[in-house]
């Protein structure tokens, strides 16, 4: 069954892991293209709440000497970084876009360390050994279950 009636999968993100929501974009697309939407038109006072949401305290102070469109291109990079890196790197393993190798499923993993509270890159090269061992197939599978859990 096709994602949605005239699409395979998110325009944006190019994954089926989220359902359609409406214009080709899947609820998570969609709702970040709503939250950039109000920054493009957004006065300098909305602009302070945008930056209360997305930008840490030191780094506000950098952004705030900008002019105000380079203010929200910044603002829009990091929501867009922040929200979606992982989906759309599910969307490009997903859909062949992009191929799996050892080194990715150690990105990932380093990720994963990262997010339960090690700093240090725990899995860098340690994976190397196994790459004859698996194929693209093999690898695909892991890379797109373990990118779940940052999704
Ligand atoms: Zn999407």
């Known amino acids: 069954m096709k ?18 929501k409406g214009k080709g974009l899947c609820s998570k697309c969609y709702s970040i293209s709503t939250e950039i939407k109000k920054l493009d ?9 945008f930056m209360l949401k997305y930008i840490s305290s030191p780094d506000k102070n950098k952004l705030k000497s900008l002019d105000i469109n380079m203010q929200k291109e910044k603002i829009k990079n990091i929501i867009i970084s922040k929200k979606l890196k992982y989906l759309i790197q599910y ?15 150690e990105t ?7 997010r339960a509270g090690r ?14 061992r698996f194929n693209n197939e093999q690898r695909e599978i892991i890379a797109l279950y373990l990118l779940k859990m940052l999704i």
């Open 41 to 49: 038109n957004a006065n300098e006072n909305e602009l302070d709440n």
């Open 119 to 132: 700093k240090n890159n725990l899995y860098t090269n340690r994976l190397l050994k196994f790459d004859t």
């Open 108 to 114: 990932i993993l380093n990720e994963i360390s990262r």
């Open 91 to 105: 969307g490009q393993i997903e859909s062949n876009k992009i191929k799996v190798d050892i080194v990715k499923i």
């Open 3 to 20: 994602w949605s009636i005239k699409n395979e999968y998110c325009i944006s993100c190019n994954s089926t892991y989220y359902k359609h």
